[in-house]
């Protein structure tokens, strides 16, 4: 199952063995030595799946993964530790810090690729899954952004030109922007803007952060009151 990894080791060695046995599997595979860098860089690609070392200097992985479940992005991303850390306790630690997984050192790369396989194919069985439910939310989504229209037309609280506020979205992001106020879903606007589904998840999350919300209907109701739609 193809997907984007990001793979987070201070070893080069190690780090250059593992991206390139993964590559060759398949998988698209960006690397980062530390995780202050790794951190940037899951922001920067929005991976399917994080892979981090556990005993790497100033920033470890169980820190690093903290930050990683405390974005709303990332709250539900697969993480696989990889440490030469085998100890009952500190897998539990590794358990209850949030990750999927934990493959002590030295490893069989195939047991890796296997382990990366099954946790993809479960974040794709979830998504699939909400994607089934998505059109019996569509009218209830749409319900719901007709009430916020109403009701901040009656408080005369829909913004008119120009915003009362400057948010910095790309094009791309201002026309997600545009067809989720309008109350699509993210198959129809993946259709709708000749992209992927995956692309326009990319583009929703991008909009959360950069509005501070955590729902379609709270993304809405901001840019109405903020004009940031036209």
């Known amino acids: 199952m193809p997907g984007q990894l990001v793979l987070v080791d201070d070893e080069p060695g190690l780090r250059e063995a593992v991206q390139a046995y993964l590559e060759d599997s398949g998988f698209e595979v960006q690397t980062a030595s530390n995780a202050r860098d790794g951190w940037d860089l899951v922001q920067k690609v929005l991976p399917d799946l994080v892979i981090t070392d556990v005993m790497m200097p100033q920033v470890n992985g169980y820190e690093f993964l903290k930050q990683l479940r405390e974005d709303p992005r990332f709250q539900t991303l697969p993480v696989v ?11 539990i630690q590794g358990y209850e810090a949030g990750c999927d997984a934990y493959l002590p050192k030295p490893f069989d790369p195939d047991e890796l690729v296997a382990i990366v396989t099954r946790l993809l194919q479960q974040r794709a069985a979830i998504k699939a899954a909400a994607s089934d439910g998505e059109n019996s939310d569509v009218a209830d989504l ?3 952004i007709a009430e916020i229209r109403a009701i901040l ?25 545009e067809l989720v106020v309008d109350g ?13 589904v995956r692309n ?17 209907t709270e993304l809405v109701r901001f840019a109405l009151e903020h004009g940031l739609t036209k």
């Open 184 to 196: 699509l879903m993210n198959k129809e606007i993946a259709r709708r803007l000749e992209t992927s």
């Open 153 to 177: 037309t009656q408080r005369g609280a829909i913004a008119t030109s120009p915003p009362p506020i400057k948010l910095d979205f790309t094009p791309r992001e201002q026309s997600v922007l």
């Open 142 to 144: 749409s319900r719901q």
């Open 81 to 91: 530790f990889l440490t030469a850390r085998g100890m009952t306790n500190d897998r």
């Open 200 to 216: 326009v998840e990319k583009y929703v999350s991008r909009l959360f952060s950069k509005t501070g919300t955590n729902s379609r």
